[in-house]
């Protein structure tokens, strides 16, 4: 399993494998005005917990995306703990999760 410098340092120089991409979105999920889109990222046999928060404000479209030391076994286990992490997230930040008007962004 590569660590966080190997692939830091992968990325710096060019190197790019499958893991490198962005995640596959599993199904949108509505909370609070806001959708969460589960994307898990697959790590050896285990799946970190990982997601995007969506708000929509007229035409435009905010984005906060989230990865967590969580891993579990399934990507299904993942999609699940992923979707209850943002809720999580949503409920702690609550306005100030998209405070800074930013269209894109980690939380």
Not at 28 to 55: D, F, M, T
Not at 72 to 83: F, P, Q, Y
């Amino acid at each position: 399993m590569p660590s966080f410098v190997s692939r830091l340092l992968k990325s710096l120089s060019g190197g790019s494998s499958a893991g490198d991409r962005p995640a596959e979105r599993g199904e949108a999920v509505a909370y609070k005005e806001l959708v969460i889109h589960p994307a898990p990222e697959r790590e050896g046999n285990q799946w970190r917990v990982a997601g995007v928060i969506v708000k929509q404000s007229g035409n435009d479209e905010m984005e906060r995306i989230f990865t967590r030391a969580d891993t579990v076994a399934t990507r299904e286990e993942a999609e699940s703990l992923s979707v209850r992490k943002a809720r999580q997230i949503i409920d702690e930040r609550g306005a100030a999760l998209f405070g800074d008007g930013e269209a894109t962004g980690r939380t």
